[in-house]
C-alpha cells in the first residue's frame, strides 16, 4: 500500500502524518485512483498546506523483508516526482526494514538517507481504530492475477516420446 508523508513547514524531512489515497492493491503491486489523488492534492491545498509538505514525500510498503526499491519503483519515482524540485521515496518492508532516498534534478544519483521511526510520542495519527478505519476506505486488495491457466494447461495433450523410457519400480 502507498500514501504520502505530511510536513511541517518549517522541516520539510519530519513525516507527522502519513495519509493513504484510495487505491488497488496486489501482494506486490499499488495503483492509486488518479482522482483520488487530484482530491487530496486540493483538499490539502484548501487546509493551507504547500505541496512540499503533502506531496513530495512518496510512502509505500514492500510485502517481503527487502526495503530495497524494486526497478518498477525506480520508475515510478522517476516519472512521477521527476519535476519536482526534490522527492522523498520510502520503503517500509514487513519486518521493518526501510530505505529512503532523495532526489533531486540537479543531481545525477539519489542520496540516500537514514531513516528513524520515533513510537514513543502520541500525535494523532497514531489512534488505531482511526487508523484502520482509513486503511479500510482507501485500500482495495485484489487478487494476483495468475501467471498461466490450469484450464489450458489441462486441454493439454501430454505427448511422449521414446526417448522418455518408463522406468520401472
Known amino acids: 500500500m502507498g500514501g504520502f508523508g505530511i510536513t511541517e513547514p518549517d522541516d520539510l524531512r519530519f513525516v507527522t502524518d502519513i495519509v493513504l489515497i484510495k487505491q488497488i492493491c496486489t501482494d506486490v503491486t499499488v495503483a492509486f485512483d488518479d482522482a483520488a489523488v487530484a482530491d487530496f492534492f486540493d483538499d490539502q491545498i ?85 487508523w484502520e478505519a482509513e486503511y479500510l476506505d482507501c485500500v482495495q486488495e485484489a487478487p494476483l492475477p495468475p501467471l498461466w491457466s490450469l484450464a489450458e494447461w489441462l486441454e493439454e495433450e501430454f505427448l511422449y516420446a521414446e526417448q522418455w523410457p518408463v522406468m520401472p519400480l
Open 46 to 130: 484548501d487546509v493551507g498546506r504547500h505541496p512540499e509538505n503533502f506531496g513530495r514525500i512518496w510512502i509505500h510498503t514492500h510485502p517481503g523483508n527487502s526495503a530495497c526499491p524494486s526497478q518498477v519503483d525506480v520508475e515510478t519515482f522517476a516519472r512521477v516526482f521527476g519535476n519536482c524540485d526534490w522527492a522523498v521515496m520510502f520503503i517500509l518492508a514487513r519486518n521493518g526494514a526501510t530505505y529512503a532516498e532523495l532526489k533531486r534534478p540537479d543531481r545525477s544519483k539519489a542520496e540516500k538517507l537514514s531513516v528513524g521511526i520515533d513510537f514513543k510520542p502520541e500525535f494523532p495519527a497514531c489512534d488505531q481504530s482511526a
